[in-house]
C-alpha cells in the first residue's frame, strides 16, 4: 500500500508534508480533501485528525499521523537513505543546530506570517476587509524577525549551517505565496538591498524542483 496524504493543495500544511516527500523521493497518493465544505470537519475526519486540521498520513502498514511538522520528522527518519538527510546526525551539535533553526521557523516566523497572509489572502476570500493597520503592525514585527534571519544567514548557506534542512523546507510554502499577498520582501530592489542574504536564501528555496512541484 502506498503512504497516502490526505489533504489539500491549498493548504501550506499539506504543501510542507509533500514538500518533504518530493525531496526524499517517496512515492504517495495524495487524497484530496475539499475545504470550501469542510470535509475536514466531518466525523469521519476527526476520527484521524482530532483537531479538524489537515494534513494527516496513513502510512502504508496503516499508521495514521498528523501534525505537519512532525510527519515530516516521521518520514526523514523512516527513510534515511531517500534523499538528503534533511536531519543531522542525533547527538551531534549539527542536530542541535537545526533544532534552534526549526523554532526559529515555527515560533519568529510562522506566527507573524499566518496572521499577515490572514489579513492579505483569507480575509479577502472570505469576502472580509482586509485591516491595512493591522497589516503595517504585523508587518514591522516581521521586518524585526528578518534582520535576525539576515544576521544568521550573513554567517552561513542555510539556517542550520551549509546543508539545507527541514527547518528551511518549513517556509517554502508560505513563502510562495508572498507574491499573491502583494508582499515584495524578496523581490523590490530596496527590500533586497536591506536583507541580501535573506533574499538569497529564500530565492533559492523557492528554486528548489520539490517547490516548483507542490
Do not use: C
Not at 503595517?136 to 535576525?148: N, R, S, W, Y
Amino acid at each position: 500500500m502506498t503512504l497516502k496524504v490526505h489533504g489539500n493543495v491549498q493548504s501550506s500544511n499539506t504543501r510542507r508534508v509533500l514538500l518533504v516527500l518530493k525531496e526524499k523521493n517517496i512515492p504517495y497518493e495524495l487524497v484530496a480533501v475539499d475545504w470550501i465544505v469542510a470535509e475536514h470537519k466531518r466525523p469521519e475526519w476527526l476520527e484521524f485528525q482530532p483537531f479538524a486540521q489537515m494534513p494527516y498520513i496513513e502510512d502504508d502498514d496503516g499508521f495514521i499521523l498528523y501534525e505537519s511538522r512532525a510527519i515530516a520528522r516521521y518520514l526523514v527518519a523512516k527513510y534515511p537513505a531517500k534523499g538528503p538527510a534533511l536531519i543531522p546526525a542525533a547527538g551531534t551539535k549539527q542536530q542541535a543546530l537545526f533544532e534552534q533553526a526549526a523554532s526559529i521557523e515555527a515560533f519568529n516566523f510562522d506566527p507573524l506570517v499566518t496572521a499577515l497572509l490572514t489579513e492579505r489572502l483569507v480575509k479577502p476570500f472570505a469576502g472580509q476587509t482586509t485591516d491595512e493597520t493591522a497589516v503595517a503592525a504585523i508587518i514591522a514585527q516581521l521586518e524585526g524577525k528578518f534582520a535576525g534571519y539576515e544576521r544568521v544567514l550573513s554567517k552561513d548557506k542555510y539556517l542550520a549551517g551549509d546543508e539545507v534542512t527541514l527547518a528551511d523546507l518549513f517556509h517554502i510554502p508560505y513563502l510562495s505565496v508572498f507574491g499573491l499577498a502583494k508582499l515584495n520582501f524578496f523581490t523590490a530592489e530596496e527590500e533586497v538591498k536591506k536583507w541580501p542574504n535573506l533574499a538569497r536564501w529564500a530565492n533559492e528555496l523557492l528554486a528548489r524542483d520539490s517547490a516548483k512541484s507542490v
